[in-house]
């Protein structure tokens, strides 16, 4: 890792162990997203973007934190909430309202929105928490691994695909 120090941990015990996840698979060489699953205050599931490590393109941090949760009856699911160190994208945001977990907390938005509004649309509480340690351990993965990063998210967050512009069909 460079020599530059990173912020403080985020001092939210869920959004800390997300950033665990994410601090996690930035050394294991992947994209540097963590999340955690929480019910009634307890840790239930935790995981990182494991894309890189395992050659898998779905197995972003908040689905791997569900995998990682293992089968939960509905019930647990909508009494949880998701942690995550950057807005999730659209698969795993509605892998989220699937299986009815009412509340998210985030890290950081400014890298990429992704679907706050839409999740916002739909009843699901948002609570953007804006903490640098998120940030700065993705802006740093960006400037080290703009290739990976690309692969990862492509042109969304540059093109505003993540702002509720969808293009349409190619032509």
Not at 26 to 34: A, C
Not at 36 to 42: I, N, P, T, Y
Request: aromatic share 8%; hydrophobic share 35%.
């Amino acid at each position: 890792m460079p020599s530059t120090p990173l912020p403080p941990l985020p001092s939210d015990p869920g959004l800390r162990i997300a950033y665990e996840e994410a601090l996690a698979g930035y050394r294991e060489g992947g994209v540097p997203i963590g999340a955690a699953l929480f019910h009634r205050g307890e840790l239930i599931g935790r995981g990182r973007n494991r894309r890189v490590q395992d050659g898998n393109p779905i197995l972003h941090a908040e689905m791997t934190c569900f995998q990682n949760a293992g089968r939960l009856p509905v019930s647990t699911y909508r009494e949880a909430v998701l942690y995550s160190t950057l807005s999730p994208c659209y698969m795993c945001s509605g892998a989220s309202l699937l299986f009815g977990v009412p509340k998210i907390v985030i890290g950081e938005s400014r890298t990429i929105r992704a679907a706050d509004d839409w999740l916002r649309s739909l009843g699901m509480s948002v609570t953007v928490v804006d903490d640098q340690a998120c940030y700065r351990l993705l802006q740093r993965f960006i400037e080290e691994s703009p290739g990976i990063w690309a692969e990862d998210i492509g042109h969304a967050g540059t093109d505003d695909r993540y702002h509720g512009k969808h293009p349409g069909p190619p032509p």
